[in-house]
């Protein structure tokens, strides 16, 4: 049995939906990191910075909801 088809059936979820799922968590979860990362950058006057992480955090949120509404239209199927 290759890893995919163990990680299927150990998961119950094809690998390409769960990929999908991972990369919105990920997206998520460093959209959250990020907002920390905002927070020190403006506590330690670094407006520069701060916008920097404000817009890859942007980013991540783009990635998500792409990523949600592709997960949505194939499970859909």
Known sequence: MSINADAQTV?????????????????????LRLETYVQDAESAGDSE??????????????????????LARRLGK
């Open 11 to 31: 998961t119950g979820t094809k690998d390409k939906d769960y990929n999908i799922i991972w990369f919105v968590e990920a997206c998520l979860s460093n959209a």
């Open 49 to 70: 910075l701060a916008e920097f992480f404000r817009r890859a955090q942007g980013e991540s949120r783009k990635g998500a909801e792409q990523g949600k509404e592709l």
